[in-house]
């Protein structure tokens, strides 16, 4: 159980295009979603954090109207990359908390990451 | 400034000898300690984890040994194998971030390497 998903797993793009990242916990609901974006040898750095039906909370440095987030439902967020640049370009991983109380712990779940190219 | 720190970006073990991979924190508010596990273009895997009110917590070949008063936790693996070559991650976080579901203040992770 506590599967997330990531799609797509990689995608290169034009730069000034917009490119959209989808994040599903699997086999449980997730009240709260996060945004990681990883550069080469670098730690994960939380982006931004969502909660389903609100707006997410934005990192000090993220600009909110550059990475859009949505979180519809208790299983689904998307983070949006709009006007894509070549400095966009990084590993992008979302995580899902999963409701408190339920084995083993209350921990995050990562997804497996997409690669986002900007060319 | 950097919270949580592993000084040592890679590590490098023979098979069935222990690993000891190490991790430093500042913020005296964390109480809440994970390691991950992370392959290359995947998401990290979640390994064990230890609250503050714990020094020590052992998963199979896994053990967190938590030392408060020097911001110190420590991650063992024994008997390392192969196939746990990756990099792994030290995490912290606090009650007052939301805890293990809130903000994780993550490490810039140490590459380890187990050879045959």
């Known amino acids: 159980g506590a599967v997330v998903s990531q799609h797509p797993s990689w995608v290169i793009c034009k730069s000034g295009t917009s490119v959209k990242i989808e994040c599903r916990s699997l086999?449980?609901?997730?009240?709260?979603m996060f945004w990681y974006r990883q550069f080469p040898k670098q730690s994960l750095m939380l982006m931004a954090t969502?909660?389903?039906?609100?707006?997410?909370?934005?990192e000090q440095g993220v600009e909110k109207d550059k990475f859009l987030i949505n979180h519809a439902s208790l299983t689904l967020s998307t983070l949006t990359v709009t006007s894509a640049h070549p400095e966009d370009s990084s590993f992008y991983i979302c995580?899902?908390?999963?409701?408190?109380?339920?084995?083993?712990?209350?921990?995050?779940?990562f997804g497996p990451g997409t690669r986002l190219t900007v060319l | 400034d950097q919270q949580v720190k592993q000084n040592s970006p890679s590590l490098s073990v023979q098979e069935g000898r222990i690993s000891i991979l190490n991790c430093d924190y500042t913020?005296?508010?964390?109480?809440?300690f994970l390691w991950y596990k992370k392959y290359p273009a995947e998401g990290p895997t979640f390994l064990i984890s230890?609250?503050?009110?714990?020094d020590k917590n052992e998963d199979g070949r896994f053990t967190v040994f938590l030392n408060k008063s020097a911001k110190h936790l420590s991650l063992h693996i024994v008997p390392s194998q192969p196939g746990d070559s990756a990099v792994y991650f030290c995490?912290?976080?606090?009650?007052?971030?939301?805890?293990?579901?809130?903000?994780?203040?993550f490490g810039k992770g140490t590459k380890l390497s187990v050879k045959p």
């Open positions: 995580s899902a908390g999963r409701l408190a109380g339920g084995p083993p712990n209350n921990e995050q779940f």
């Open positions: 913020n005296s508010m964390f109480d809440y």
């Open positions: 086999d449980f609901q997730a009240t709260t």
């Open positions: 969502s909660n389903e039906g609100s707006k997410a909370t934005y």
């Open positions: 995490a912290a976080s606090s009650a007052i971030y939301g805890g293990s579901q809130g903000n994780l203040i």
């Open positions: 230890i609250s503050s009110i714990k």
